[in-house]
């Protein structure tokens, strides 16, 4: 079983930063895949970025190009999101997500993820 554990979540204001961990336990064998999302009230859940066993192919949504950056620690493989610049709509409760995937490539935001932290809440305002 994987767990997933969420941190470092806050209010700030427009464009001020945050930095989101998400610790991993369990098995590493079904988790080298990992992405944050994030889902606002009344909104459906967005991916935000994911990244690949090892730091490998991040992907990022549109929306946070060039101000989000998810990386991970190669030693106790937490994840890290450094959200920068953030503005009133990047409010939302971010989740930290998990699954298996054969290959770097496949490791994007459509895929299913099988494992989920209970969230971290992230508050902008203007």
């Known amino acids: 079983q994987v767990q997933l554990v969420e941190s470092g979540g806050g209010s700030v204001q427009t464009g001020g930063s945050l930095r989101l961990s998400c610790a991993a336990s369990?098995?590493?064998?079904?988790?080298?895949?990992i992405a944050w999302f994030r889902q606002a009230p009344g909104t459906p859940r967005e991916g935000v970025a994911s990244i690949y066993g090892g730091g490998f192919s991040p992907v990022y949504a549109d929306s946070v190009k060039g101000r989000f950056t998810i990386s991970q620690n190669n030693t106790n493989k937490a994840v890290y999101l450094q959200m920068d610049s953030l503005k009133p709509e990047d409010s939302a409760m971010y989740f930290c997500a998990a699954t298996l995937a054969t290959r770097p490539t496949f490791c994007t935001l459509s895929m299913a993820y099988t494992y989920w932290g209970q969230g971290t809440q992230v508050t902008v305002s203007s």
């Open positions: 369990g098995s590493p064998y079904t988790r080298n895949c």
